[in-house]
């Protein structure tokens, strides 16, 4: 492609840039774009870079509070204060194409980007979570993508040395050639250090760092808002191949190089690449910026500039210094062996202006260009297939049989089952801070030097948002309190990854908004705001879109004391269920499990009762009355009970319980999946100050039993011996991985 | 001028990766026509030298030093010259 | 006693190593740049874990030829103390310092786990506190720590008592099952024959404190520091 090419309507609609949108590009340009033009504009006004159909429906969200120092939008990722002058930067990004193409590259520049994006802003990477969502793992190629995805979650994140702690994995056949790869980072930083992505100052020098450029992501952006077709897997160049050792000497540079205030502004080239950084950062700045694409360091030969600009070839960045301060800079590129090279200048005529070889490629006003995207009200139509769903009676599918091998098959579901096949490829212990690890609600990662901790969790129930997208955002956002709550911790915000089907769709845009109102109102009601995040829209496979998946990271704090764990601990000690049980059937890990059936209404999450319970849930810790504390969430009572015996490997416990079934049937009792319920242990001697605390918050509260035994014993229901629950929930990812023999090899 | 060199593990050592795609292979039906699978490391070199001997004693002290770990690791090399290559290209 | 962690490129456990020495058991320790070729201030040099140079090629195969494995070499020579901690290990390996090499761990996976090792000798400066058959919890976290040694050095490890620990299940047996990653002999550290270089997979500073899990990391660097009062 040369910068000659004649601009045709073939043309323009390969760039998915609509007639109307053109008509935009001229109107702002007072010409025609020649194509590197174009191609910039297509990439910047993409979904994926603009959120052009989002962007309405993401003002519902709440984005202010007393410790938002930077909000969601203005930079990179939000930023909280968390006192003494700490403060954690964070934010979850979907990779969920590339990751259906190549899923071990996919999945490692996903990690390799979200780290940037925290980096960049001053803060030291602690911890990385991440949210997975595949098919049913009776399909080979599931099984051949979540081998290929957490092994390249493994290779970038253990090679960088970032620690992944947690996070979710999730199984329905609704993700079936769509699997959703959302990685979650967190950064550390103290509050004079954190950095804006701003081009400030005419004349201050522009340098590219990192890795040189090629022709690798091509428009991955713009890859980002097409639907998934058969078609895609021949468009394997737009996969980039990440390097994360490359990135480790960035990072540790970086870091290096903020520290010596020679630095104006920098910002990862992600998705867009050159393209995004250039004109954010002016954009951000209200400047211009001058480049000269031939001084862009590159990889391959015959780059023309439309190439270069929209290269998604990763480890790259943008560093804009302080005039005169370019030695010092240089010192510190040199000590890690970094190629920097000085390709432009700020200039001040607010002109984002690219030159290649004495010629100008292109000249597009920066603002325009990054702030001035088309805003869509897209249609949104309540779904048809909702009105058969609500009216689903969950009695019609049978009855359960026995109590003892439903709760098995429940614990065998890979979506319940404990992850560890998976979250023992990643290195979750490196940096020495990680106090919870994975298999508890919330992970935890103490900040040494002080008495602060981070818990953080990613949670969604994509099933309860299919079958009522108002009450699954909510829940989304009140499970992940309710989790990090039980480590006692507080929760301070949450990062969204919200992940749908094709916005053309009323239908499917419907699910956006009623998924974001609900989240909306649980973030209100929590006091938690939105501290950033992403959108991924035209997740669909040729069968149709996968469920609505508002992904939630939830971060809490916790000062002063040891986080709580889940699994219980010492024989005698008194377990009680916080929260009423009710007959909520629908959309229920019961029903998926051993009906197949993925339909009814799911629970209804009472606002005033979640807030309640994440509350008490503090205050019983920060009195230290917390032996454990476990979320009730899917498979319902009997799951969380046996996950508290058994999640701690090596101190595995049996209980003898004795629930009031307060004329509930058995399955309901048992597999219920009302919200607002925990299980928690209180030591015997303490008893007595738990339930006056519970009482006096005038929380519902039965005690049900003690910790003890070899066997799980509720009421005359269940009778299994802890080992047999243990064995059933720990293998069944193995077993059915394992099983596929040595494709793991490929 | 070009060396090639392929790095494999010695036969006296398991190659775990070989075994997975042997099983693999088998799985795909090839179970009768595959006896062995040895996974290893190709490396391209493009070198500057114009004699061959000269060129083939360096690419041996590099295998020793550093391009593969004689503890485990079996290599072996040859030195393609250009006119060599295109000749086997145009046939 | 002063320590000296050596920093590589792509080393990323040298903070925590550096943390355990300086922050949990408050003794003197410094990070030395690979670049820096003189190491002749310090005591007990620390090879950390992390993937040196990407781990491209072969784990510590590039890093071996940095400018401060000439004063790795030449410190060990002198009988001081080097303790490499996995890819540390790796590296000590590549460089010759001590016998074997490391293939893919046999699951072909990374393995992220605690692990119980049993104590194989209290003969070394590295576990002169810990008694022979004693248990450790400690951490991995590789994807090659499958050690593999020809027949003739392994009997020469076990006959000079260059076995430091093994892999075994709760009970102190060395079993298959307990073989995390298929290392011969369900070998998890080695020293050199003068007993003064150490080598091992398992990350003793990452269980240095009860809150982390484990605290029984602390026993192999008190051990030092006990040998270094003596």
Known sequence: MSAEVTITP??????????????????????????????????????????????????????DGPRMLVKAGEENAGVVDIGDGWVIAF????????????????????????????????????????????????????????????????????????????GEVYFDESYEGNPLVNA???????????????AEGAGN?????????????????????????????????AVQVGDPFLEKLLLEAVLELLKTGCVVGIQDMGAAGLTCSTCETASRGDTGIEIDVAKVPQRETGMVPYEVMLSESQERMLVILKKGREAEAKRIFEKWDLHAEEIGQVTDDKIMRVRWNGKVAAEIPPRRLADDAPVYDRKAVEPKYLTETRAYDWRSAGKPGDLNAALLKLLDSPTIASKEWVY?????????????????????IRIKGTNKSIAMSVDCNSTYCYLDPYEGGKIAVLESARNVACSGAKPLSITNCLNFGNPHNPEIFWQLQKCVEGMRDACLALGTPVSGGNVSLYNQNPKGAIDPTPTVGMVGLIEGRQPVTSHFKDA????????????????????KTLFKVKSGLPPRADLAEAVKLVDLLQAL???????????????????????SCISSLGQETGAQLTVDAAGLAPEVLLFSETQSRAVITVAPERLEEARRLIAAQGYPCAVIGKVGGHELVINGLVRVPVEVLSHTWRGSIARRMDAAGGSSAL | MKAKVYVTLRKSVLDPQGKAVQHALETLGFGRSVKDVRIGKYIELELTGTDPAKAGEEVRVMCEKLLANTVIEDYRYEIVEPAREAAKAAR | MKFGVVVFPGSNCDHDCWYALSGALGRPAEFIWHKDGDVSGYDCLVVPGGFSYGDYLRTGAIARFSPVMEGVRRHAEQGKLVIGICNGFQILLESGLLPGAMLRNDSLKFVCSYVTLRTETSATPFTRGIK???????????????????????????????????????????????????????????????????????????????????????????SILAEAAR
Not at chain 1, 111 to 134: E, Q, W, Y
Not at chain 3, 197 to 219: C, K, N, Q, T, Y
């Open chain 1, 424 to 444: 023992r490829q990643y290195d979750h212990m490196v940096r020495t801070n990680t106090t919870v690890l994975p298999g508890s609600d919330a992970s935890v």
């Open chain 1, 10 to 63: 073939e043309i323009i609609q390969k760039h998915n840039v609509t007639p109307e949108e053109y008509q935009e590009i001229r109107s702002i340009l007072g010409r025609d774009p020649n194509i590197t033009e174009l191609g910039i504009f297509s990439v910047m006004w993409s979904e994926h870079c603009s959120y052009k159909n989002s962007k309405k429906v993401l003002k519902l969200l709440p984005k």
């Open chain 1, 184 to 198: 979650f980072a967190l950064g550390l930083a103290r509050k004079e250090d954190i950095v804006k992505a701003k």
């Open chain 1, 621 to 643: 810790a920060a009195k230290g009355l917390l032996k454990s504390a476990h979320d009730c969430a899917e498979g319902g009572l009997a799951v969380a009970l046996a996950e």
């Open chain 1, 91 to 166: 934010k979850i990004e979907s990779h969920n194409h590339p990751s259906a193409i190549e899923p071990f590259q996919g999945a490692a520049t996903g990690v390799g980007g979200i780290l940037r994006d925290i980096f960049t802003m001053g803060a030291r990477p602690i911890a990385s979570m991440n949210s997975l969502r595949f098919g049913t793992l009776d399909q080979p190629v599931v099984r051949r993508l979540l081998t290929g995805v957490v092994a390249g979650i493994a290779h970038y994140g253990n090679c960088i040395g970032v620690p992944t702690i947690g």
């Open chain 1, 205 to 237: 020098p522009v340098f590219y760092l990192g890795a040189a450029t090629g022709r690798d992501g091509m428009g991955g952006a713009s890859f980002a808002s097409k639907d998934l077709t058969e078609e895609s897997e021949k468009d394997r160049p």
């Open chain 1, 572 to 591: 005698g000690d008194a377990v009680l269920l916080l929260g009423t049980t009710r007959e909520e059937m629908g959309g229920s890990e019961y029903l």
């Open chain 3, 132 to 222: 022979k058959g004693e248990l450790l919890r400690i951490p991995i976290a590789h994807g090659e720590g499958n050690y593999y040694a020809d027949e003739a050095t392994l009997a020469e490890l076990e006959k000079n008592d260059q076995i430091v620990f093994r892999y075994a299940d709760a009970a102190g047996r060395t079993t298959a099952e307990a073989n995390p990653n298929g290392s011969l002999s369900n070998i998890a550290g080695i020293c050199n024959k003068s007993r003064n270089v150490f080598g091992l997979m398992p990350h003793p500073e990452r269980a240095i404190e009860a809150s982390l899990g484990s605290a029984d990391g602390r026993r192999v660097f008190e």
